[in-house]
């Protein structure tokens, strides 16, 4: 079976609607028959729940091959509530300690990684 390239992007908003995360995952395909997968975290802030979003942070991060079947899984079935608490949580806060000099991009990085690794149905 081929390659077949994919590409979803998800939005999440927070309760306060002070924060919203863009998360995007993309599928490439080699020559080879062989793909990759990669996420675009993005984290948008504003200081009023009627303002206006700003980027604060967006990260390019290759997925781990070993949650390529929870990738194909976001792709066709979206974030599930995992995901979804996951993102607005402890990746969001590891993108804003990196954002405001108090963590590493590693940490952020692999925050957002986790994002796809914590789902449940794969």
Do not use: H
């Amino acid at each position: 079976m081929g390659c077949t390239p994919v590409s979803v992007s998800f939005e999440l908003i927070t309760n306060d609607q002070l924060t919203k995360i863009a998360f995007g995952l993309d599928k490439t395909c080699n020559d080879d028959g062989s793909s990759g997968w990669a996420i675009t975290f993005e984290l948008d802030q504003r200081t009023t729940p009627t303002g206006t979003f700003a980027e604060c942070l967006k990260l390019a991060v290759v997925v781990n091959d070993k949650n390529a079947s929870k990738c194909e899984a976001t792709a066709r079935n979206g974030l599930d509530t995992n995901q979804t608490s996951y993102a607005l949580g402890p990746a969001a806060t590891a993108a804003l300690d990196y954002k405001n000099g108090v963590g590493t991009l590693e940490q952020a990085q692999k925050q957002a990684q986790n994002v796809i690794a914590v789902r449940q149905d794969a």
